[in-house]
């Protein structure tokens, strides 16, 4: 880990700056120069991961390939840097206490009183240099979640204050996200808020390095030197970051403002000499994004329709996969306690040229999310199921076409006639909550010819997995024997993975126990959201040429 430089992002004034945003489009900088880089997130909370969290506290969970139940943020790194993180990757303060508790139940700490600093600090640094250590990269980016003046988020700060003095200075770069608020009534970009939030670090012990202002308005030169003066910051490294229309333009618009370049210097890695950062494909990505042939609009169904953060890897899949045909999509959100009955799903359904039943917990909007299934297999609207989607679109499929009206999910209702989803043997003595659902990466076979094998164009593929309940092989025959395609497998062929229907029956209904959004790249869209994306888009095609000969 010798090598390795470390640069901190701390935020202020206001939660929801897109530090996260800052952080991966900092790192796919430093990579287009060929530095290799990772991040590691800290969380300030108590629970020890987001995953027993609710969606509209937090957003989605992100399970990384380790089954790790993280912060959304780690989905924005993983995509900008195009990169496979762990779960070394997020720590949070519950993670943190958790083993300085156990610590102290081991008797490591005999003899001492267990505080604050230099304990809780010591284990912070630890999980620093871990994550360091795993992968041993050039710089390690590591962002503290929650805004300078929290209260939780104090010993975050102390320990990266005693880490820059560990590893020394040169070692390490301060990157302060803040926000410059503009009052429309007297057409000015506020500093103050900002100044604030650097004198708290500064009262702390931190000095920033680099300041980036998210700001809707151009940062004057006289408001970057007055920022820079109060602030004690190079005029030059008073960064303004403009929000941007394409989220994947940050990383460019970062760069023309220079972002990289200081942080660079600060480290003492910025070779004048270097060549330009190798951009061209993230260039013509961003390029294709703002001028899409067309616009598809797709359907998504799900509980928190209020909160598309709690959607994050779906809606940004989506786009990869529309993008990847030279389209753009906009999301229809459905609220699936109107689904009530055929009628009323039409009309919910209208217009939209494809169906995302996406993840999901509890029964509230399930029978709204099954009459949707039921719409898009009868009216061959494109449809992707993931994970509960699948589970849905099983009981859809038993209910309707297998001829077992009360089938069910044993979550939804314990004592149903036919569960046809229920829980594994191993879920059902499970007591805790956290961390015991089937996580991570697990193989899946898919058969020969069937949709999902020609989307993926390979036979084994590895999927991120997030749920407890499972396809109940006791129904297998019943539902293959009217007509269902079981076209993924694990292994030992004990868990249905994918299920969908034949192309002859509907020209694309799938969907996967698993969450292939987790692995979706802007420039290298999922293979099933890139296929579902081309169904949908020739679905829209074709309600074009059937609405232009109804009016011509
Ligand atoms: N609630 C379902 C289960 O636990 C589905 C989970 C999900 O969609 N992530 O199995």
Request: net charge negative.
């Amino acid at each position: 880990m010798t090598h390795t430089k470390f640069v901190f992002v701390t935020g202020g004034v206001v939660s929801s700056l897109g530090k996260g945003i800052v952080a991966a489009s900092l790192g796919r900088l430093l990579k287009a120069r060929g530095y290799t880089a990772t991040v590691l997130k800290f969380d300030p909370y108590i629970n020890v991961d987001p995953g027993t969290m609710n969606p509209y506290q937090h957003g989605e969970v992100f399970v990384t390939d380790d089954g790790a139940e993280t912060d959304l943020d780690l989905g924005h790194y993983e995509r900008f840097m195009d990169t496979n993180l762990s779960r070394l990757n997020n720590v949070t303060a519950g993670r943190i206490y958790q083993s300085v508790i156990a610590k102290e139940r081991k008797g490591d700490y005999l003899g001492a009183t267990v505080q604050v600093i230099p304990h809780v600090t010591d284990e912070i640094k630890a999980r620093i240099t871990e994550a360091a250590h795993a992968t041993a990269p050039d710089v390690m980016i590591c962002e503290v979640g929650g805004t300078v003046g929290d209260i939780e988020g104090l010993p975050f700060l102390e320990a990266i204050r005693q880490f820059r003095y560990d590893v020394g200075f040169k070692n390490t770069c301060m990157v302060h996200v803040t926000l410059l608020p503009y009052l429309k009534t007297s057409g000015e970009l506020k500093t103050k808020p900002s100044q604030h939030s650097v004198n708290t670090l500064r009262s702390i012990g931190i000095q920033p390095d680099v300041l980036v202002c998210r700001t809707e308005q151009p940062v004057s030169k006289n408001e970057a030197l007055k920022l820079a003066q109060f602030t004690n910051v190079d005029p030059e490294a008073v960064i303004q970051c403009r929000d941007q229309a394409i989220l994947y333009e940050v990383p460019l618009a970062l760069e023309s403002e220079g972002l990289a370049i200081r942080v660079l210097e600060k480290l003492g890695m910025h070779d004048v000499a270097q060549k330009a950062p190798e951009l061209t494909n993230w260039q013509a990505l961003v390029d294709g994004l703002k001028r899409p042939a067309k616009t598809l609009r797709v359907a998504i169904a799900g509980k928190y329709t209020e909160l598309s953060d709690a959607y994050l890897s779906v809606i940004e899949a989506l786009k990869h996969g529309a993008a990847q045909h030279g389209a753009e999509v906009k999301i229809a959100w459905i609220d699936t306690e109107h689904c009530k009955n055929e009628q009323a799903t039409e009309q919910e359904l209208a217009g939209v040229c494809g169906l995302v039943i996406p993840g999901g917990f509890g029964y509230r909007g399930v029978e709204g999310k099954i009459q949707a299934i039921k719409y898009a297999r009868e009216k061959k609207l494109p449809f992707l199921g993931l994970c509960m989607g699948l589970q849905c679109a099983t009981i859809e499929y038993a209910r309707h076409v297998a001829g077992l009206p009360l089938a069910n999910s044993t979550e939804f209702e314990e004592e149903t006639l036919h569960p046809v989803i229920a829980l594994m043997d191993s879920q059902r003595k499970l007591t805790h909550k956290g961390g015991t659902m089937r996580l991570g990466l697990y193989p899946c076979h898919l058969s020969g010819g069937s949709l999902a094998q020609q989307a993926y164009g390979a036979d084994v593929v590895m999927e991120r997995h997030r749920h407890r309940f499972e396809f109940n092989n006791d129904y297998r025959e019943a539902l293959v024997q009217s007509g269902l395609v079981i076209s993924g497998m694990s292994p030992d062929r004990q868990l249905v993975e994918i299920v969908e229907l034949p192309q002859a029956v509907h020209p694309w209904f799938l969907a996967t126990q698993f969450h292939p959004e987790f692995k979706s790249r802007p420039d290298r869209a999922h293979p099933l959201f890139a296929s579902f994306m081309a169904a949908a888009s020739a679905n829209a095609d074709l309600a074009l040429t059937s609405t232009t000969a109804v009016v011509s």
